[in-house]
């Protein structure tokens, strides 16, 4: 088939390296304007166009409804993986078979734009990937394929996305085999749950909360937005922190060094600092953090 695929993240990666080596055809590749970031704001491209410049695969980053159609006219089948737009249902058609998207999630459980860090967030022990057929709705079309994925224990968000894009290869090209045998979709079912867009703001770090919760909050914001707190009024990122196996018995908030372990208090407890950044400085491990911030008595963050 000749395929289009509209991406924006380093997720769509080894489906786009499938694509190349596959009996379809890449035709184009669809990715959103260069945005400006960084101190100097200045334009980058995203990680799917950086790609399709290498690759030496045609690249439109179009700005109108209008260039993305004019660029689907003659297409068979049009593949989205976090391209960040919603699509409407004229665009939709224009491809002979539609257009298909790879979700990060068991649908129709946490549709939306951060199924992956949600689940983490809400301790699921499971997910999966499913390819769907797009409709009108948000994550809401027909089912081609979906594939469970375990969630292990100390995984983040950025271990565990990685993980599903390569799964997601095999349920693309068992999809793109689906359409070409003419199988349709089957309908979704199942208990329905939404995962929205993760804020700064509510990446800040309650510490009068349960530890396990807390953990799970500081997996699932890993890399972006990076679940936070504060320390001497300055901002501290926290990227990395695990359950204690003693019972220890800190204040909410109030830190500690034990051993080779730097330890903040939680509702019903504490748990480890494992990885931090503090402001103005690059990502290091908590206990080096520690030892230069030198805790004075009843010292806390928040």
Request: with cysteine; proline share 7%.
């Amino acid at each position: 088939m000749r395929v289009a695929v509209a991406a924006t993240p380093e997720v769509a990666l080894p489906t786009l390296e499938w694509l190349l080596t596959s009996d379809h055809t890449l035709v184009q590749v669809i990715s959103q304007p260069d945005k400006p970031s960084g101190r100097g704001q200045q334009l980058h491209s995203s990680a799917v166009s950086q790609w399709a410049k290498t690759q030496e695969i045609p690249l439109l980053t179009p700005s109108t409804i209008d260039d993305l159609d004019d660029a689907l006219v003659g297409l068979d089948l049009l593949i989205t993986i976090g391209y960040g737009r919603i699509l409407p249902t004229t665009t939709l058609s224009i491809p002979k078979h539609g257009c298909i998207n790879l979700h990060f999630s068991l649908l129709p459980a946490y549709r939306g734009a951060a199924p992956v860090q949600r689940a983490i967030e809400s301790g699921q022990v499971q997910t999966g990937v499913t390819v769907f057929a797009l409709d009108a709705g948000m994550d809401t079309g027909p089912i081609y394929t979906a594939v469970a994925v375990p969630i292990e224990s100390r995984m983040r968000s950025f271990e565990l996305l990685k993980e599903l894009s390569i799964v997601g290869v095999g349920a693309v090209r068992d999809t793109l085999r689906a359409i070409e045998n003419g199988t349709p979709p089957t309908p979704q079912e199942g208990a329905i749950s939404f995962a929205p867009k993760i804020t700064r703001g509510e990446a800040l770090l309650d510490w009068n909360t349960a530890s396990n919760d807390l953990v799970n909050k500081i997996r699932a914001f890993y890399p972006q937005p990076q679940a936070w707190t504060t320390f001497r009024g300055q901002p501290l990122n926290i990227s990395q922190a695990k359950m204690v196996n003693a019972e220890i018995l800190l204040k909410p908030g109030e830190l500690s060094t034990h051993g080779s372990q730097c330890l903040i208090g939680t509702s019903d407890g504490a748990i480890i600092l494992e990885r931090v950044t503090p402001a103005g400085k690059k990502e290091m491990s908590a206990l080096d953090w520690s030892r230069g911030a030198r805790f004075g008595n009843a010292e806390h963050c928040g």
